[in-house]
């Protein structure tokens, strides 16, 4: 008699401790140098506009959207990693030349090497 094995596989753990679901050292890494782009550009428009309104909805959106960026889905992949993945995706080889030789011409060829070794 045969007996199945059966494997519980768990759902839903992670390597690495997360602050919370979705966001761990790594994301708040990624986060903190969203946190100073937004900072950055929130004191380029004070420079610019010296409207204190548009600075503060400037600084905050960008510390919003850098953890909303950062953020892992159910699918372990963030916006950020997308980027990274279309970016290298881009970079890689998309054109795959492919040269048609004729079978029996080729077989010959090959035959004609061997006889001369």
């Known amino acids: 008699m045969e007996r199945e094995i059966s494997l519980y596989i768990p759902t839903g753990v992670k390597a690495q401790k997360e602050l919370f679901h979705g966001f761990g050292k790594r994301e708040l890494g990624q986060s903190a140098i969203g946190f100073l782009i937004s900072g950055v550009v929130a004191v380029l428009l004070w420079f610019i506009c010296k409207n204190v309104v548009l600075t503060v909805v400037a600084a905050l959106s960008g510390i919003f959207g850098s ?3 950062c953020t892992k889905d159910q699918n372990n992949q963030s916006v950020v990693d997308q980027i990274g ?5 881009y970079h890689d080889q998309q054109i795959y030349p ?4 004729d079978e029996w011409a080729r077989k010959e060829e090959i ?7």
């Not at 035959?111 to 070794?117: S, V």
Request: proline share 0%; glycine share 0%; charged share 30%.
């Open 85 to 89: 993945n279309m970016i290298r995706f």
């Open 98 to 101: 492919y040269r048609m030789l």
């Open 67 to 69: 953890v909303m960026m």
């Open 111 to 117: 035959n004609d090497r061997n006889k001369a070794d």
